[in-house]
């Protein structure tokens, strides 16, 4: 097939646009031009770029029309983030196309009543992007049941892999908090650190966009979590990041309200964003239906994360490791 990433040089594209490559099809990528992929692969050679400014198209009416014109059979679009956009979009590319999968989040479950939560359970979203991502998966799942637009919609967790700082132990992105586990200093973790993330490699992630793709008849008017096998928990993370550089974890714990004085705000929200949560989905659903199976686990995931870092200055590890 022909088929059109939008916002393909980012963390999911860097590993799903080789995979449709590799699977013979025809990819055309849309980027602000302004990104090179996180590894470099041989494919890129055998996929067409085209630099085009989401935004700026959508405000003029035109992004939809542009997309229509490149003729795809399918389209995978990793940045939708607004009903607006999706709306625009849908009403395009309507009667034009076999498959739009969209890229949405875990952030649209908010807090869990049971765990694992699966896609039948009752969606709470606590931040202002996860009520968005769920208005956009309401109005494509809505369009799919009612008018037969042929959307699906897939939920991935907190995406990790080399090129980036994945969520840390205290629930934000800000990678100090490996480096000081890295050199046995103290870390300080709300509660008993008990809470859960629940990280997803890129390259899984990927897998399950190819996936949908292969079983269209089995994903269309359907939205699947796609994460790691497990969640992890804010205290065995910390541990296991501090026993990779041979340090004896060195682990704190304080009451949530004098432990996110301590942040800075914006690590704060972050922190209530990814904690508060709690996040531990059932991929289930994701196996039974799209042959879902990730290679990697959590741990093994944020591995591969936390040694890039270390290994490219990023975080400063002690003289012995």
Known sequence: MHITVIGGTGHIGTYLVPRLVKAGHTVTVISRGGRNPYHAHAAWKRVECISLDRTAAEAEGTF??????????????????????????????????????????????????????DETMPRRPISDYGRKKLAVEQYLLERARRDGFPATVLHPGHIVGPGWSPVNPVGHTD????????????????????????????????????????????????????????????????????????????????????WAASLSKEHAASALDHIGRSPHFSIAKARRLLGYEPRYTSLEALYESVMWLADNGVIEVSGQF
């Open 64 to 117: 939809g029309q542009q997309i229509r014109d490149l003729a795809p059979d399918a389209v995978i679009d990793l940045l939708c983030f607004e009903r607006d956009s999706a709306v625009q979009i849908v009403e395009a590319l309507e009667g034009r196309i076999q498959h739009y999968i969209q890229c949405g989040t875990i952030s649209v479950h908010g807090r869990c009543l049971v765990v694992p939560a």
């Open 175 to 258: 990678p100090r908090v490996l480096g000081q586990l890295a050199r046995g200093e103290q870390v300080v973790l709300p509660h008993f650190g008990m809470e859960t993330i629940h990280h997803v490699h890129a390259d899984d992630v990927a897998q399950g966009f190819v996936r949908a793709l292969d079983r269209r008849s089995n994903t269309l008017g359907e939205a699947f979590y796609i994460a790691a096998p497990n969640a992890v928990t804010l205290r065995g993370y910390a541990e296991a990041v501090a026993e990779w550089f041979g340090q004896q974890p060195n682990l704190n714990y304080r009451p949530w309200a004098p």
